[in-house]
């Protein structure tokens, strides 16, 4: 059973905008999913077609082959959202939040209470468990809505912008908890978001959408495969020989577009020959980022 499945999944609002256009993408369960691209990409609007809150004007989704569309509760019960902007009870505290979101999921107020307090350890809230809400920061309104989407131990997590208005170290906390979810818990994570290079660090497996089209899906290797840059190796050296091609991109350092790393013995010899000191060398593959604007590019050219 795959834990997320788009078959030809089409979304067109009334005003004619085709937000999802024929997106196709299974997931396995616990994979750490990220889904990217920019703002207007199409990323919110498929995973509210995830969570039953649009119905689909073609094609079909499913979560653990449950029809959102037709049985949104059921997918509820399977599923926890974190959204960009966290929306709870200001006057209420931070457990009385997760007491009553865990009581909407069917959970006792004690079992609510003991959930919502590990939680708020593992999120680094503790301090904040009896404070009111509105007297929260962004940063903590944003820990505490990813707690609330947990509070019922969901086998999937939807995720849009999970790290927004978080401090760098919060940003990390949240970042080794998806991780751990994945792996520890082997909850399935959707992750939506236009940082790429945040992606990177933390997903599996990704889907590049631009316009409501997936451009493309897989791992990081097999995406890399869909570019012709191979490999870049980066080299400060006292002198390069004129019949290496590269650019210059400061005093002594260069970059050499190279297709394996079978090609680096050979530029080293050749810099050595030429009388030249070598200070550093390194091979650097295309990049998420690298890879999301070529086939950007190469879809604006066809």
Do not use: W
Request: glycine share 8%; aromatic share 6%; charged share 20%.
């Amino acid at each position: 059973m795959n834990a997320v499945t788009l078959k030809g999944l089409s979304k067109t609002y009334a005003n004619g905008k085709k937000a999802v256009d024929s997106v196709n993408i299974s997931l396995a369960c616990g994979e750490v999913f990220g889904f990217l691209g920019p703002n207007g990409a199409g990323k919110t609007t498929t995973v509210k077609l995830l969570n039953g809150m649009l119905t689909p004007t073609g094609g079909s989704c499913a979560v653990f082959d449950v029809d959102p569309a037709k049985n949104p509760q059921k997918t509820h019960a399977l599923s926890g959202v974190v959204t960009e902007h966290a929306q709870m009870y200001d006057t209420m505290t931070g457990i009385e939040n997760l007491i009553f979101y865990g009581s909407l999921y069917g959970l006792t107020p004690s079992e609510s209470e003991q959930q919502g307090k590990t939680l708020l350890e593992e999120l680094e809230l503790s301090h904040a468990a009896n404070q009111k809400l509105a007297a929260y920061s962004t940063g903590m309104r944003q820990r505490l809505s990813l707690a609330r989407a947990l509070i019922h131990q969901p086998q999937i997590l939807f995720l849009d912008e999970p790290t927004s208005g978080l401090d760098p170290e919060s940003a990390q906390n949240v970042h080794h908890m998806i991780r751990r979810l994945a792996s520890e818990h082997g909850i399935t994570i959707f992750l939506c978001t236009h940082q790429l290079r945040y992606a990177q660090e933390i997903c599996t497996r990704y889907g590049l959408m631009e316009e409501g089209r997936l451009l493309a899906e897989g791992t990081l290797d097999s995406l890399r495969l869909l570019t012709d840059s191979g490999m870049t190796l980066k080299i400060k050296a006292s002198r390069i020989p004129e019949t290496l091609l590269c650019q210059k991109t400061a005093p002594d350092a260069y970059e050499v577009p190279i297709q394996s790393e079978e090609e680096i013995p050979g530029i080293v010899r050749s810099i050595v020959n030429a009388g030249g000191d070598i200070y550093h060398i390194s091979a650097t593959l295309p990049s998420l980022e690298d890879i999301y604007f070529h086939l950007t590019r190469k879809e604006k050219s066809a």
